[in-house]
């Protein structure tokens, strides 16, 4: 990465799909109408930052280092439509309470460090599958069991094909032990 301290990036947290429960999305794919999500940009947006400073990357690591929150399963059983700006979406009929755990321990440290996110968005979990798109068809489709424990920290770049992502940090909320190595052990 070449980048200057007065640089900004456009960051995001997402949890992070396995390459199995990415496969499984694309076939949701197969019958909408729009342009795709590309396998590997596929995710659930945690918390979207919007452009900020390079010099924020090491807090905004460490915060990713630090979640505490525990790993969990997601059952994407639904594909659903935003009207407003012509999204379709996968999701789950039950947000599983270790999302909402993940997210307020995210949007505090956030808080803490003043950084601000999701800007007159609700967090409202969801896997966009397609942009640009019509109201899908009504899809009957076995449930998609996620069992969702990576965390990444995703600069987006707008490339003339759509959005280029890269994974900045990413870890396993299975993992604990990455706590010893930040300072204050962490305590
Ligand atoms: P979307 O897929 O519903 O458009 C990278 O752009 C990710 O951040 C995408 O998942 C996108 O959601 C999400 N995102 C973009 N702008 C956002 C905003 N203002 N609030 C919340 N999420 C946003």
């Not at 990036?9 to 999305?25: E, G, H, S, V």
């Not at 489709?141 to 959005?163: C, D, M, T, Y």
């Amino acid at each position: 990465m070449n980048a200057t301290s007065s640089e900004t990036m456009r960051l995001f947290y997402a949890l992070w799909p396995d390459n199995p429960t990415r496969t499984t999305l694309m076939q949701l794919q197969a019958p909408l109408h729009g342009r795709m999500i590309p396998y590997e940009n596929l995710h659930l947006t945690l918390a979207f930052l919007g452009e900020q400073p390079v010099s924020r990357l090491p807090a905004l690591k460490e915060i990713l280092l630090r979640l505490n929150a525990a790993p969990g399963e997601l059952v994407l059983d639904r594909v659903s439509y935003f009207t407003r700006n012509r999204i379709v979406w996968a999701g789950a009929s039950e947000t599983p309470p270790f999302v909402l755990t993940l997210y307020r321990e995210l949007s505090e440290a956030l808080m803490n460090q003043g950084v601000a996110f999701n800007e007159q968005h609700a967090f409202k979990p969801h896997i966009t599958l397609a942009r640009d798109a019509s109201s899908p068809p009504d899809l009957a489709f076995a449930p998609i069991r996620w069992r969702a424990h990576k965390v990444a920290l995703v600069r987006s770049e707008n490339a003339p094909q759509g959005s280029r992502y890269e994974v900045l940090a990413s870890r396993s909320l299975d993992e604990k032990w990455v706590l010893k190595d930040l300072p204050g052990g962490g305590a």
